[in-house]
């Protein structure tokens, strides 16, 4: 054992599943339990000569049975030498056979009370409980000898040397027997109490057994048995086989039934505590802002009247370790203890939770778009929702903690709530975030939130970061880096202008543009105008000189040609009167000449070495260029006619119209034609466009493109049809 984990041992921490044990209990308590394991001791004093006593210590599976047995020994053995009780453990459920319970209960009290006291008071208790066994092993089954003769078929074997245990009975006599074992008894100087536990772990045969063969023996004087049991279990293991009136039965049996106290608020509290102290240091870092927030929200939003006992906090927290280390970061700690609290207590909403997530949050993880709203789509699982939360043990705390990690579904249920959604902080109720929680891992297809953080605070990994992005979550990346960096306090200190660079950069590298070719999400923000939404939050944090230096920047920056089209366009082109939110990112008017002269030869220099066409914004940089670099378009035709003659992506480029749900990409002369004539005339382009056409290896959509220039009409790119106008 490690010094980290001997150190928990020693403050009495509950780890993993043990309880505690004999010789230590007292000490490690961390529940405050001594006084009731007082109290039981106290009752044990009622056990003498003449008569003898059985106490139930009675509670649910987890509640610290186990750990009170050790705590009630320790005070026993405790106790003043002229006064200590014999002490004998039984635990039914490693005997394994229904049989052979009797056996090996007389045994285990005739081996302690000879092994306790080695005077002939002592081996006379020995002896006869040996030969009280030999007469029910020689009778087996005597109907109608109730109700001793028939508790069992087999019994016990004698303790030590066999031959003590040979008795020649000719008539078996069970009373007599029994007679000859209470005179014994009775002149035993000391106390014998019989610890038994776990009869809640035996299967119903074995604890009707169990409880009958507790029955019989339970009026031998000066024997105490203290049974540790869920008394609803074993009331149900009676009912199971029809013995009438099984609660009644049971207090034929025990005199005196002490229910385990539960826990208290403080006491959870305090078991909570432990628990997250058990956790990874790097676990409880503040890998989001509402970290300690969150993380106290859950707890008393259903989640302590779901940990009712020790085990239920040590099973949260044993899985809590087993999925945070591969969720670190990517879901908030708070929402992780929720979801380990349904996967523990809740069963069934665990189970609806993974089978049909839309069922909490409104659409399935991985789809961006839905026909129908999430509330609908909610409420259509409401009745699912409430067969599974009603099935648990505690249906009100469970759907508490279901409204809290879900809001959306506390609305279907027209429940309160004061809880939102943010991505960004890792709430569970995020579809996205739901997705990566059930597969216990951020998965290539989804959005990590520790890359997108590592994006933002740690400059050596960005290129690394970005050539790992693919086609299917780029531009959710770049959208949550943006919300990210909205979302950042004014005293984190970030490298604002070189960020902006990489993020500008970073749109017009191969996944952008193949997602937006490939016209994915087409009702969602394009990625350059998040990306300028990530710039322009940067922005608000620089002062004025910087945002203008960075403009300037970028407007010059040859790897970030489609951001610095747009940053110039918004610096010298675009009234600011028909935009509700003014950029912050614009280059000065002194500086517009030189800026402007450094964009075009950039664009220039796309074109001549091919790469103007695989930027994220080629159609909308060809466009601008005549409202920006007008005296270059020609040249910078030219550059692109020399590297294509055929001007194929020219004219995809340029006669690029709307786009519709039905056929998708339409092509058109645009009405502002002279941005078309600013790199040729649009004579030559229609002769160009005539011969092209003639061409029979020309395919779509460049066809439809060269066709709307010829006949000056709409033309579909999918099939080269005419679209109306």
Known sequence: MGAQESKREEQGEVRLDRPLQTGSALGADTLERRSFAGRVTQVLERISPTAGL????EGAWGCGKTSLLAMVEDLLLGEKEDKRSVVVHFNPWLVGDRDALLRQFLASIAKAVKLADHAKEGKRVAKELKTYAKAFDVLKLIPGAEPWASIVKSVVESVGNA??????????????????????????????VVL???????????????????KAVGDLPNVGYVLAWDEKFVSAALDKLNVPFAAAYLDKVVQVRLPVPPLSFTQRVAQMNAGLARLPSEACETHFPSHENRIGSVFHHGLSELMEHPRDVVRLFDVLMSIEPNLRGEVNLGDLMGLAALMTKAPNVFSLLRSAPQAFVGRRPGTQASMKKPEEVIDRFSSDRESAINACGNPAAVQELVHWLFPKTAKADKAFTFDRVVFTEGHLGHPDRLSVALQMSAGRGDVSLVKVRRFVFQPSEREVIAADLDEQGCKEFLDYLAATLEALGE????????????????????????????????????????????????????????????????????????????????????????????AVVRASADAKERVLTELGNNLERAARSGALF???????????????????????????????????????ALMEGSFDSVKGQRYAVPKEVERI?????????????????????????????????????????????????
């Not at 038994?196 to 507790?214: G, S």
Request: some cysteine.
């Open 196 to 214: 038994i536990d776990d009869l809640d772990r035996l299967y119903p045969a074995e604890v009707y057994e169990m409880v009958r063969i507790i």
């Open 491 to 582: 005293d984190v200190e970030i490298d604002s202008e070189t960020l902006c660079i990489a993020l500008a950069r970073l749109v017009d590298m191969p996944p952008f543009v193949l997602h937006a070719r490939n016209r994915r999400d087409v009702f969602l923000l394009s990625a350059d105008l998040l990306a300028l939404r990530a710039i322009n939050a940067l922005g608000k944090r620089m002062q004025q000189d910087s945002t203008v230096q960075l403009a300037e920047r970028l407007i010059g920056d040859e790897e970030a040609l489609s951001i610095a089209v747009a940053v110039a366009f918004e610096s010298y082109v675009k009234d600011e009167r028909d935009d509700d939110a003014k």
């Open 677 to 725: 004539e600013a790199y040729a005339a649009m004579d030559f382009l229609k002769e160009h466009g005539s011969t092209r056409l003639k061409d029979e290896a020309l395919g779509l959509p460049a066809r439809a493109a060269w066709s709307a220039v010829v006949e000056g009409k709409e033309f579909y790119g999918v099939d080269g049809s005419v679209a109306e106008r």
């Open 54 to 57: 059985v106490v139930s210590v």
């Open 163 to 192: 031959s003590e245990a040979v008795f020649d009975y000719k008539t078996p006599d069970i009373e007599a027997r029994k007679h000859d074992l209470e005179r014994a008894l009775r002149k035993f100087p000391q106390r014998i």
């Open 614 to 652: 695989n930027k994220l914004r080629s159609a909308i940089n060809l466009w601008l260029a005549p409202r920006l670099v007008p005296e270059r378009c020609r040249a910078l035709f030219d550059a692109v006619r020399e590297q294509d003659p055929s001007l194929d992506s020219f004219a995809l």
